[in-house]
C-alpha cells in the first residue's frame, strides 16, 4: 500500500517555514510496509484544497491531511475533504458538547466558529485530541471503486504525533496485510560520503531484500537500513546481516549502529571505563562542551572545562604558557597539546581535550589558513594531537572540529 | 503570477531528508513578486513525476523542477518535463563538447551515461552549471494556450543557489510586470506569541497593503513584513512606518529589526560600547559560548570563559566560594551571581555572564524542579539576577536560557 502526505497551511508556502509533521509520519508508515509517494504542500484556499485532495485520492491508497483543522475561516481542510470525497459533514453533537466542556472547564467562552471543529464527514469516525480542540478524523471506505483511508490530522507536532499514535497505527495496522519490518541505523565518520559509498555499495546490494539509504551529514554518513519478510525474526536477522558485513568492512570507522550520537556514543564509552572528561575550546567556542551536555546524565562523566577564545585566556583558564604560544602560535599542534595537558591537569580528569584553529571566514593566513584546526587528546599515556583542514563556512569547520574531537575520545576507548 | 515548485528525489520521500531548496526559491519568488501555491515531492519514477510535470504545467505560471538532472537511470526530470509538454528531448553538441572537456580537464573518463545531462528539450535554453555536471534548462511558451514558463535545476543546494542567481532572476524579472517590493523581518524576545500578536494585530491589520507573518521560534517571534508598491520608495516607506508603530508598541522586547541574531545584536552592542564579555556556564553547557562565538569577529569581544558542570569547577575556573554552593545549592541565584563575579574577575572583563539551573529530564526536585535556571550579569555597577522558569524538553530549557542569558546583555547595554 502507498501514501500521500498533503501538508495543509499558507505558512508553509513561505520561505520561512517548512512541513516537518511528514518526517515523523513516513516513519510511522514506513515501519507499517507503507510507502510513501507524493507530499503536497497547499496553502489555506478551498480551491486548491480540494484540488489537492481529489487528486491524493486518485493516485494514493491512504491519503493524510495535515492541518487546516482548526476554528477560523482559514481552516477548511473538512470542506475540502468532503467535497473531493462527494460527502456531506455533518455537526457531531458528541464532539460539540466536549467542546463546551473543554472550554467550560478552563473557564472560556466558547466562540460560534469553534462549532466548525464538530463538522465530522459523513461516515467519519472522530478520533480525540487529547492536546488541542481540533478532532482528527478517520474515513474509510470506497472512491471511484477502489479502497481507500483517509486521515484528517492536526496541525501542530505533538498534537498530531500523540492523535496518530493513539488513534491511527492500529487502525491502520488492521487494514494492512500483515508484515514485518526491521530497521538499524549506521553511523560512520572519518571518511568522505564517495569513498565510504564505494566500499559498502557492492556489499548492500547484494541485499536485495534491504532497503539500503546512504546520507551524508556533517561529518558523519549515516546508513538507513530497512528489512521485510514473513516474520520479524526473518527481517531483523537480514537487517542484522548487512550491518555485520559492513561493520567487518568499515571497521572502526563505523560509530554507531543504533542511531545514537557522537555525545551519547562518547558518553558511554566513557562511563564505562569510569572515566572523566574536560575540554579546553578555542576556535569551537564552547560548541564541544555543548554536545556533550546535551546528553541528560553527562555529569557523571564530564566537569567542564574552559573557553578559551582569548589567548590570555588560554594561560589563565588552561595553564599554557604565554612563551609557548609566542613562539608556535594561538593555532598550532603545541598549543592544542598544552590546552588539553592544562585542562586535564586544572581539572584532575582522566582526560583533556584541547581544540584551536581558524574557523573563518577571516583571519586565515598562507600558512594558517582558514579551515586548519588542531585537535589534542591529553591522558596519563601522553597527548596525541590531530591537524585537519576542513573545507566550509565556519559552521560546519566548527561542526567538523568539534566531531573529530569527540572521535578521538571515541577512537581512545575502543 | 504564480509558481509551483517540484521538488525530485526519493530520498525526500524518506523519514531522513526533506526539501530546503524550496525555502530558498519561495524567498527569491516572492521578492520578485511571484507567490508559491503548491509545493510537491515526487520520487524518481518516471509515471509519477510526468504526472507531477503536467499538474503543475495545468495549474500554476511557473514550474520549477529541482533535481532529477544527474546521469543516472534514476535521473528522470528531463524525460518527464518533456513528456508533459509533448516536446521531444534532443541532445545538444555544444553541451556534449562542454561535458567532455569538464571531464578531461580533471583527468576523469566520461562514462556514456553522462551524455544523458546533454539531452535539452525542444526550445528550450541551457543554463550552464559553475559548479556541476547537470546544466539547468529554460523553457518558455504556450501550454494549452496559456503562457508558462518551465525551469529545471539541479538539486545540490549550492548548485541550484548560483545557477538560479545567474541564469534565473533577471530572466524571470523580463517576464514578470514590474513590481516594487520591501521586506523587513523584526524579531522579539520575553513575551510569549499569543500575547504578541494580540498587541500588534490591531495595528498590522491596519496595513493591509503590508503582508505580515507571524512565527513563534525557541525563545524569539519572528515578524516578516512585505509590502508590494508602485516604486521602491513607497514599499519601503509602508514597511519601515509599520515596523516604526510595532516598535512603538512593543518597545524593547523588539531586539532586532533586521533580521539579525541575538548574538549578532549583542556582539554590535558590545563592540559599540568597547566592552568585553565573559560566561560561567552550568547548565547550559557551552552553548552560550558556541552562540557567540558563531559569530565572526567575536574575540573583538568575547575571551571566553568556563564551562562549570561539576561543583568543583565552579570553584576552581569561577572562584564561586564551596561554602555558598553548599549553603544555597548549585542551582541558586546566589551562585548565578558568584559566577557571573567570578568568571569576570578572573577574565578581567567589562561584563561576566553566569548560569546555572535544571535542564532535565532528570535532577529536578520539588523545590528545584526540571526547567529552574538563575541567569546572572555582573558589571562595575553590580551583578542582576534573573530566575526564570522553562517548559520543554533539556533542548529547548538549555536554548532559553541562553536566549535570557544573551538578553540580559543586550538590555544593560541598551
Same mark, same amino acid.
Given at each position: 500500500m502507498n501514501a500521500e502526505i498533503i501538508a495543509i497551511g499558507s505558512e508553509m508556502l513561505t520561505p520561512f517555514r517548512q512541513d516537518t509533521n511528514s518526517l515523523y509520519l513516513t516513519e510511522k508508515l514506513n515501519l507499517l510496509g507503507v510507502e510513501v509517494i507524493f507530499k503536497t504542500i497547499v496553502g489555506d484556499s478551498l480551491a486548491h484544497l480540494t484540488q489537492a485532495a481529489s487528486l491524493a485520492l486518485s493516485r494514493a491508497d491512504i491519503a493524510i491531511f495535515m492541518g487546516g483543522l482548526g476554528p477560523t475561516e482559514d481552516d477548511l481542510t473538512r470542506e475540502a475533504v468532503a467535497e473531493a470525497l462527494g460527502l456531506e459533514l455533518r455537526r457531531d453533537p458528541e464532539v460539540v458538547a466536549w467542546l463546551e466542556q473543554r472550554f467550560a472547564a478552563r473557564g472560556w467562552k466558547m466562540a460560534a466558529n469553534n462549532l466548525k471543529q464538530a463538522d465530522v464527514i459523513t461516515g467519519g469516525v472522530v478520533l480525540p485530541n487529547a492536546n488541542g480542540s481540533a478532532p482528527g478524523q478517520w474515513i474509510s471506505g470506497k472512491y471511484e471503486g477502489r479502497e481507500k483511508i483517509v486521515i484528517l490530522l492536526p496541525g501542530p507536532p505533538h498534537e498530531l504525533k500523540a492523535l496518530f499514535e493513539e488513534h491511527c497505527v492500529e487502525r491502520l495496522r488492521a487494514k494492512i496485510p500483515l508484515q514485518f519490518i526491521a530497521t538499524r541505523e549506521l553511523k560512520i565518520t572519518g571518511i568522505g560520503e564517495s569513498h565510504c559509498d564505494a566500499r559498502v555499495a557492492p556489499i548492500y546490494k547484494r541485499f536485495t531484500d534491504v532497503q539500503t539509504t546512504i546520507l551524508a551529514g556533517a561529518g558523519e554518513i549515516q546508513l538507513h537500513l530497512r528489512s521485510r519478510a514473513g516474520s520479524l525474526d526473518t527481517a531483523q536477522k537480514r537487517v542484522d546481516e548487512l550491518v555485520e558485513k559492513i561493520e567487518e568492512e568499515l571497521g572502526d570507522l563505523?560509530?554507531? @549502529?543504533?542511531? @545514537?550520537s557522537m555525545e551519547q556514543i562518547v558518553g558511554y564509552y566513557l562511563q564505562m571505563r569510569n572515566a572523566t572528561l574536560a575540554v579546553a575550546e578555542s576556535c569551537t567556542g564552547g560548541l564541544i562542551g555543548q554536545r556533550i551536555t546535551s546528553v541528560s546524565g553527562s555529569s557523571r562523566y564530564f566537569v567542564g572545562g574552559a573557553i578559551v577564545y582569548s589567548d590570555q585566556l588560554k594561560t589563565a583558564l588552561a595553564g599554557v604558557s604565554a612563551e609557548l604560544i609566542k613562539k608556535h602560535g594561538a593555532v598550532s599542534g603545541e598549543t592544542a597539546a598544552a590546552l588539553a595537558e592544562g585542562i586535564r591537569k586544572r581539572c584532575a580528569t582522566t582526560f583533556g581535550l584541547g581544540v584551536t584553529g581558524v574557523a573563518g571566514p577571516t583571519g586565515g593566513t598562507a600558512e594558517k589558513p582558514v579551515g586548519l584546526v588542531f585537535h589534542a587528546l591529553a591522558s596519563e599515556t601522553g597527548t596525541e594531537v590531530v591537524e585537519r583542514r576542513f573545507a566550509g563556512d565556519r559552521k560546519r569547520i566548527r561542526w567538523f572540529a568539534s566531531q573529530q574531537a569527540l572521535d578521538m575520545v571515541r577512537r581512545r576507548l575502543l
Amino acid at each position: 500500500m502507498n501514501a500521500e502526505i498533503i501538508a495543509i497551511g499558507s505558512e508553509m508556502l513561505t520561505p520561512f517555514r517548512q512541513d516537518t509533521n511528514s518526517l515523523y509520519l513516513t516513519e510511522k508508515l514506513n515501519l507499517l510496509g507503507v510507502e510513501v509517494i507524493f507530499k503536497t504542500i497547499v496553502g489555506d484556499s478551498l480551491a486548491h484544497l480540494t484540488q489537492a485532495a481529489s487528486l491524493a485520492l486518485s493516485r494514493a491508497d491512504i491519503a493524510i491531511f495535515m492541518g487546516g483543522l482548526g476554528p477560523t475561516e482559514d481552516d477548511l481542510t473538512r470542506e475540502a475533504v468532503a467535497e473531493a470525497l462527494g460527502l456531506e459533514l455533518r455537526r457531531d453533537p458528541e464532539v460539540v458538547a466536549w467542546l463546551e466542556q473543554r472550554f467550560a472547564a478552563r473557564g472560556w467562552k466558547m466562540a460560534a466558529n469553534n462549532l466548525k471543529q464538530a463538522d465530522v464527514i459523513t461516515g467519519g469516525v472522530v478520533l480525540p485530541n487529547a492536546n488541542g480542540s481540533a478532532p482528527g478524523q478517520w474515513i474509510s471506505g470506497k472512491y471511484e471503486g477502489r479502497e481507500k483511508i483517509v486521515i484528517l490530522l492536526p496541525g501542530p507536532p505533538h498534537e498530531l504525533k500523540a492523535l496518530f499514535e493513539e488513534h491511527c497505527v492500529e487502525r491502520l495496522r488492521a487494514k494492512i496485510p500483515l508484515q514485518f519490518i526491521a530497521t538499524r541505523e549506521l553511523k560512520i565518520t572519518g571518511i568522505g560520503e564517495s569513498h565510504c559509498d564505494a566500499r559498502v555499495a557492492p556489499i548492500y546490494k547484494r541485499f536485495t531484500d534491504v532497503q539500503t539509504t546512504i546520507l551524508a551529514g556533517a561529518g558523519e554518513i549515516q546508513l538507513h537500513l530497512r528489512s521485510r519478510a514473513g516474520s520479524l525474526d526473518t527481517a531483523q536477522k537480514r537487517v542484522d546481516e548487512l550491518v555485520e558485513k559492513i561493520e567487518e568492512e568499515l571497521g572502526d570507522l563505523v560509530f554507531s @549502529d543504533n542511531g @545514537d550520537s557522537m555525545e551519547q556514543i562518547v558518553g558511554y564509552y566513557l562511563q564505562m571505563r569510569n572515566a572523566t572528561l574536560a575540554v579546553a575550546e578555542s576556535c569551537t567556542g564552547g560548541l564541544i562542551g555543548q554536545r556533550i551536555t546535551s546528553v541528560s546524565g553527562s555529569s557523571r562523566y564530564f566537569v567542564g572545562g574552559a573557553i578559551v577564545y582569548s589567548d590570555q585566556l588560554k594561560t589563565a583558564l588552561a595553564g599554557v604558557s604565554a612563551e609557548l604560544i609566542k613562539k608556535h602560535g594561538a593555532v598550532s599542534g603545541e598549543t592544542a597539546a598544552a590546552l588539553a595537558e592544562g585542562i586535564r591537569k586544572r581539572c584532575a580528569t582522566t582526560f583533556g581535550l584541547g581544540v584551536t584553529g581558524v574557523a573563518g571566514p577571516t583571519g586565515g593566513t598562507a600558512e594558517k589558513p582558514v579551515g586548519l584546526v588542531f585537535h589534542a587528546l591529553a591522558s596519563e599515556t601522553g597527548t596525541e594531537v590531530v591537524e585537519r583542514r576542513f573545507a566550509g563556512d565556519r559552521k560546519r569547520i566548527r561542526w567538523f572540529a568539534s566531531q573529530q574531537a569527540l572521535d578521538m575520545v571515541r577512537r581512545r576507548l575502543l
